[in-house]
T-cell receptor
């Protein structure tokens, strides 16, 4: 069965600092991988996705993620965090079906 | 283009009562999905409509949950009678096609936070 682990429940960073959110997955074949963000009062918004090809994926809002098959990881990064990035971030994995499997989420707190 | 909308944003009810959640998908999206996130847990799939037909309801927890999508437009999710463990955030999503995640993107609404006391 497929699964996603986001080991950090909360992450606190200072504005302007770099960010890395961790995601490890379990999936039997080449996965489809996603990062979503939910800001307060908003719906889940797709930040980026990986299906195949280049393992470094660029997304919206200056985010990127790197697929590392050997580590079963798909960590999300941003070089400089803005206060508006404070939100909850969800990693998800999927495959041939249309139903993604989500992690528990990581809540990002940004200090001024 | 309007996104997926959900109503209400919050609902607080007592155990044993009935609650109905509503989801309006993006116009033209035949596929509508319901998910639920129990506090601190993963977001989990509940069911999937294609137009007005239930395509997959394998994630529905029990028969206290009833989902409908009359006319293939908006959908409702009724919980009757509500139990404490039903508390959580209920998300709705819609998409144009449903062959696989590689073919389409699901657009999520803001969710309805349900609290059962």
């Amino acid at each position: 069965a497929q699964s996603v682990t986001q080991p950090d429940i909360h992450i606190t960073v200072s504005e302007g600092a770099s960010l890395e959110l961790r995601c490890n997955y379990s999936y039997g074949a080449t996965p489809y991988l996603f990062w979503y963000v939910q800001s307060p009062g908003q719906g889940l918004q797709l930040l980026l996705k990986y299906f195949s090809g280049d393992t470094l994926v660029q997304g919206i809002k200056g985010f990127e993620a790197e697929f590392k098959r050997s580590q079963s990881s798909f960590n999300l990064r941003k070089p400089s965090v803005h206060w508006s990035d404070a939100a909850e971030y969800f990693c998800a994995v999927g495959g041939g079906s249309y139903i993604p499997t989500f992690g528990r989420g990581t809540s990002l707190i940004v200090h001024p | 283009e309007a996104g997926v909308t959900q109503f209400p944003s919050h609902s607080v009810i007592e155990k044993g009562q009935t609650v109905t959640l509503r989801c309006d998908p993006i116009s033209g999206h035949d596929n509508l999905y319901w998910y639920r996130r129990v506090m601190g847990k993963e977001i989990k799939f509940l069911l999937h409509f294609v137009k007005e037909s239930k395509q997959d309801e394998s994630g529905m927890p029990n028969n206290r949950f009833l989902a409908e999508r009359t006319g293939g437009t908006y959908s409702t999710l009724k919980v009757q009678p509500a139990e404490l463990e039903d508390s959580g955030v209920y998300f709705c999503a819609s998409s144009q096609v449903s062959t696989s995640l590689g073919q389409d993107t699901q657009y999520f609404g803001p969710g309805t936070r349900l609290t059962v006391l």
